[in-house]
């Protein structure tokens, strides 16, 4: 191994083989250089056979990468070590014992499935708290307690409710004979505390353990591993507690925190330099982190230095702050390519935004992950049926989607099943009086639609028909929110800014969803990166542009306690270190109501 191409702080992790380790490797320090090097130390000098080295990441694309990358230094001796992701080795090991298949795992279709089916006898509880109920009983099986002792704060269950679905969901699993990836965990926990001979032969297949990105780890994972390095404790954990944003997942920051509490004869090495970002970047993502407090006190420093590599632009309005991210893509990729350009959004909501104003601007784009296209949205479909209609497409299917939204009190047994326009409905005569007020209306928003700009439609439908309000009240019934609903709708009409009619904007409709189809293809790799801030982890770019740096996105609205506005913090952080040439952080100065305030997280780092 040639040493000369390791700093003093790489050599140190590199060198350190038995007894536990902590490696704290903060944005772009050469981690992944690191672990394989230190794996290469390891059968190299140290003669440690690679069959007794277990490699544990939480990504199976970070455990193939890890493999592909010790390949290329070790060639054959690199498949003797077993890389995988938590859930494959802890499955591996339940296999082995219980004759466990990959048919026995749970899909997160079928488990979406079975709790649809658990809650249907609950009136109060609908389809779109899945998700969040999802999440909730992950949280307690990665927690390890009841469910009775969980509260995150959200009133969306009442507690007796909560726990009857935790529990009818478990016995649906149990009956069904299937694990979802949580059980696999708490399986082999369960395995290991009742037989101590399992665990004596798991613990000699793997003497020697390394686990990559430690700050994601949560207390049940934590418990097997250290099971499993027991007595002899030879774990060598990597990570960095500044960039430990899964808290929805589980992840504990503070088991890294304490790391050297539990094992304290434990060394501790920092990886400070950054060969990523250039200075600029590094100083201000270093005082960003620096208002958390529960961290490790560290200083990194850039070996890249010069350049304007930071700049700060606020924005009135919302269309503004697009069109300026168009200029500023365009006006690179004469020095860059597009695929060294990303546009990093809080959440997919955002980047989905990003996919329709960089499609609209002719900009190719890859989505890192998989966004609805938000044509195929029930708002959008009930806006398009009422253009397509005033544009002659009278189709009954047509007229069921928005003839009561606001309610009319037109009934669907009174249109026929063919094509049936709402003149014709006019002429029977068993319909009240009232109604058929309603639908002349219709008739008369109908035809004023139809000569319309889509930009001025989608407003008239918005607030002239009323059909904002009618969202609104549905909404609160459904427990959506009055933002979410008023964001969809706007990002609706943004999308019909750039085409000169009607016609225009549904050509361009059909084009957006085949570019969508296209950027989420993986043999596709051309084009500006569009993500989430948690979906750009352990990604970089030349360019990096963060819009809508704004109080209520970052930090996100939900979170409140000092925990979560330091996880924020923390995913913010995140994103500002993928930048390496350059870094552009946008936020709007207000909006119509003027209530848009810029992000704190940019008036304490002194920005603004």
């Not at 903060?26 to 277990?54: C, N, Q, W, Y």
């Not at 298949?101 to 749970?106: E, F, G, H, K, R």
């Not at 007229?399 to 002429?427: G, H, Q, V, W």
Request: charge should be neutral; charged fraction near 30%; proline fraction near 3%.
């Amino acid at each position: 191994m040639d040493k000369r191409t390791l700093s003093a702080e790489q050599l140190e992790a590199v060198e350190h083989c038995y007894g536990p380790k902590m490696v704290i490797a903060g944005p772009g320090s050469g981690k992944t250089f690191v672990i394989t090097k230190r794996l290469e130390h390891m059968i190299k000098a140290e003669r440690i056979r690679p069959e007794d080295i277990l490699v544990i990441t939480f990504t199976k694309a970070a455990a193939v990468e890890m493999q592909t990358r010790f390949m290329a230094l070790m060639k054959d001796e690199a498949s003797l070590i077993t890389f995988g992701t938590f859930h494959s080795v802890f499955f591996g090991i339940l296999k082995r014992t219980y004759n466990y298949t990959a048919a026995d795992i749970l899909t997160e279709k079928a488990k979406y499935i079975y709790l649809k089916s658990v809650i249907s006898v609950y009136p109060d509880i609908n389809d779109d708290m899945i998700d969040s109920l999802i999440s909730k009983i992950s949280k307690i099986k990665n927690d390890g307690i009841r469910p009775e002792k969980f509260d995150d704060g959200e009133r969306l269950f009442d507690k007796d409710t909560f726990c009857r679905i935790f529990y009818d969901y478990g016995n649906i699993l149990k009956a069904e004979g299937k694990l979802d990836f949580d059980d696999m965990v708490l399986l082999c926990r369960k395995l290991f505390l009742n037989e101590p001979d399992i665990l004596d032969h798991w613990r000699n297949r793997y003497k020697y353990i390394l686990i990559d990105e430690f700050q994601d780890i949560n207390p049940m994972q934590y418990e097997v591993v250290r099971m499993l390095s027991a007595p002899a404790n030879n774990l060598f954990v990597v990570g960095d507690d500044d960039q430990s944003i899964y808290g929805f997942r589980g992840s504990r920051p503070e088991i890294m925190l304490g790391f050297k509490k539990e094992y304290p004869d434990a060394t501790i090495t920092i990886l400070s330099d950054n060969f990523r970002s250039r200075d600029g970047i590094v100083r201000l993502a270093g005082t960003i982190i620096s208002n958390n407090k529960e961290r490790f006190d560290k200083k990194l420093k850039a070996v890249k230095k010069g350049g304007e590599s930071v700049a700060i632009l606020p924005f009135d309005e919302r269309q503004d702050e697009s069109n300026v991210i168009i200029e500023l893509i365009n006006s690179a990729k004469k020095h860059i390519s597009f695929d060294d350009m990303a546009v990093i959004c809080r959440t997919n909501t955002g980047a989905a935004r990003y996919s329709g104003v960089l499609s609209a601007a002719g900009i190719p784009f890859v989505l890192k992950e998989k966004v609805t296209n938000i044509f195929t949205t029930p708002e959008a479909q009930d806006i398009l049926s009422m253009f397509s209609y005033a544009h002659g497409e009278r189709t009954r299917s047509n007229l069921l989607r928005f003839m009561n939204k606001p309610a009319r009190y037109i009934r669907r047994c009174d249109l026929e099943e063919e094509d049936y326009s709402l003149e014709d409905l006019l002429t029977n005569p068993e319909l009240k009086d009232y109604v058929k007020k309603n639908i002349r209306g219709l008739i008369y928003d109908l035809e004023k639609l139809k000569d319309m700009h889509p930009y001025a439609g989608i407003n008239y439908i918005r607030k002239g028909i009323g059909y904002e309000n009618y969202l609104l009240s549905e909404g609160k019934k459904r427990g959506k929110s009055r933002d979410d609903i008023l964001e969809l709708l706007d990002r609706i009409s943004d999308t019909t800014r750039n085409v000169d009619d009607y016609f225009q904007w549904r050509e361009w409709i059909n084009e957006y969803d085949d570019m969508i189809c296209e950027s989420t293809q993986k043999k596709k790799a051309h084009g500006v990166c569009l993500t989430t801030m948690h979906g750009s982890k352990g990604l970089e770019y030349s360019l990096v542009i963060l819009p809508d740096i704004n109080e209520g996105n970052v930090p996100w609205k939900k979170c409140e306690t000092a925990e979560e506005i330091e996880e924020e913090r923390r995913v913010f952080y995140v994103a500002v270190t993928r930048a390496k040439e350059k870094l552009v952080l946008c936020y709007l100065k207000k909006n119509t109501e003027n209530k848009v305030m810029p992000s704190r997280f940019l008036r304490e780092s002194g920005l603004i």
